[in-house]
Structures are given as structure tokens and as C-alpha cells.
């Protein structure tokens, strides 16, 4: 697609503007979100507005965030007339999406976007982790960070545990650089996060006790989870070692080499 005059200028490095322009990696995230007309849609950094668009075609309600002020009279003169669009100049980080919810009686609704990379991680954590969290989320994120979300026993992160509590990721596909203007120095894929439970179908309470002890265990990537755990939490390490036994995890075993399912069972044992 030929670029518009001067608009490199106009693109911030400090909120890692690259704005999509393939659009049929567009087409592609329009597919994999499985919209319905009723779907009330979130997306997070529209842009110039490309995705936005394209959303917008759909007839489903699209809630645009965006932190930069420079972009938000492109966006109103590009959709005005848009019912179906609310565009908030709005960051967020500071954004309070249960009270958005509440006040606009939205009972359920969807993440759609290609979120800025330098928060990615952020922005996630912020919708998952909400009292009311979407229905699905197909976001575009960088290629290595979606890897590491969907990684398995034996390649696990904090992040992928914490994004696997919660919902099932699943990469739709990958996206070369060139897709992108500016061109980034990473490729990128487009992630969709289904099956998600509020709390990953559990207490805010015993939520809040798994990811306090998912941190301890894995405080020192290196060390055993006994030692990582009795080191932050102050447990023993021979009762820890009991509750190995119990749970059949072997005492040596080490953060990443834990699944989802062995930790779940060893904070609930806790």
C-alpha cells in the first residue's frame, strides 16, 4: 500500500506505533474473532484506523481506545457518522474497563486489536485479569511473546501460566514485518485467547493466592520450585517436599517444567 506523505512523522517510537497495512492479515483477524453482529468489540490503539474499519463492516459495536491525541481527529473525521463506534481518547493503563461496562450496561464483549507492543503484556493482564474479562481475545502481538504464551511443561513462563489460567491461547497465524508501516524489527502473530473464565472459573481469593505463589515459584528461574517456594513463602522445605510426594511432581522439578495443572493442584495442597 503507498505510504502518505509525511506520515512516518506523525508515528510516535514511544507508544510503538506500526500501524497495520496487509489487508489480508486484516481479513485474517476479522475471521479468526468470529464476530457477530451483536458483539460489542474493544480495540486497543486503532490506529489510523485500518482494523477499525474493517470492524466497523461487520455492524458489530466497536469501543476504540486511544492514547494518542494527535490520532483522534484522523479517527473522528475518518468514521464520522459511525453509530456503531464509541472512540475514547483514552490511556489504558489508567482506563477503568469494569466501570466503562457497568455504566454502558455491557454484559459481555470481545478484544479485537493490534496492540502496542511495548505494553503488550500489560494490556492483557488488564483484561483477563478484570472482574468481568471478554468472551475472546484475537490480538496481534509479537511473534516471540506469542510463543512464550502458548508454551507447554517444560517452557513455561510466568507469562504463559498466567495467560493459561485464565483462557486458551492459540496462534491464528504469523505476520511478516513487511506488513507493517513502519516496518518493525520483529515479525508478529495474530493470538486468540478463547474458553475465558472469569478468575479462570475460580475465587478472586484463591486467584489471588495462585499467582502469589506461581511469582515465589518462579523468583529464581534456576533453583527448584521447593527452594524458590520456601525461600519467598517461608515454607519448609520438608513439608514442601511432602506435598511433591502427594502430588506426584518430582522434588526437583522446576518452574517451567510444571504444568498448569500440577501448580493448580499444589496451591490448592497449600
Known amino acids: 500500500m503507498q505510504k502518505k506523505k509525511g506520515q512516518k512523522k506523525s508515528l510516535k517510537k514511544s507508544l510503538g506505533q506500526n500501524f497495520l497495512r496487509d489487508e489480508g492479515v486484516i481479513e485474517e483477524i476479522i475471521i479468526a474473532a468470529s ?21 466497523l463492516e461487520t455492524g458489530v459495536h466497536v469501543v476504540a481506545i486511544e492514547t494518542d491525541g494527535d490520532l483522534i481527529p484522523t479517527l473522528r473525521k475518518r468514521f464520522d457518522g459511525h453509530e456503531n463506534l464509541t472512540l475514547l481518547h483514552e490511556d489504558i493503563r489508567m482506563f477503568n474497563v469494569p466501570q466503562f461496562l457497568a455504566d454502558n450496561n455491557i454484559a459481555t464483549y470481545k478484544v479485537v486489536a493490534n496492540l502496542p507492543y511495548y505494553i503488550t503484556s500489560m494490556i492483557i493482564r488488564i483484561f483477563l485479569e478484570s472482574q468481568l474479562p471478554p468472551k475472546e481475545m484475537t490480538i496481534m502481538v509479537q511473534k516471540e511473546v506469542a510463543q512464550r504464551i502458548i508454551a507447554r511443561s517444560g517452557n513455561h513462563t510466568l507469562l504463559s501460566l498466567s ?14 514485518a513487511e506488513a507493517f508501516d513502519p516496518v518493525p ?11 475465558i ?15 502469589r505463589v506461581l511469582r515465589a515459584g518462579f523468583s529464581a528461574k534456576r533453583k527448584k520450585v521447593v527452594s524458590n517456594l520456601s525461600n519467598s513463602l517461608g515454607i519448609p522445605k520438608e513439608q514442601l517436599q511432602k506435598f511433591f510426594t502427594e502430588l506426584n511432581i518430582v522434588h526437583e522439578a522446576r518452574a517451567q517444567e510444571m504444568s498448569m495443572q500440577q501448580w493448580k493442584d499444589l496451591i490448592k495442597r497449600l
Do not use: M, N, W
Open 35 to 55: 464476530l457477530d453482529c451483536s458483539d460489542v468489540v474493544f480495540e486497543v490503539g486503532p490506529g489510523d484506523g485500518a482494523l477499525t474499519q474493517r470492524l
Open 163 to 176: 495467560v493459561q489460567y485464565f483462557g486458551q491461547p492459540d496462534i491464528v497465524l504469523t505476520v511478516p
Open 185 to 195: 524489527q520483529v515479525d508478529s502473530a495474530v493470538l486468540h485467547v478463547s474458553d
Open 197 to 211: 473464565k472469569s478468575y479462570g472459573g475460580c475465587t478472586p481469593e484463591s486467584t489471588k493466592a495462585f499467582f
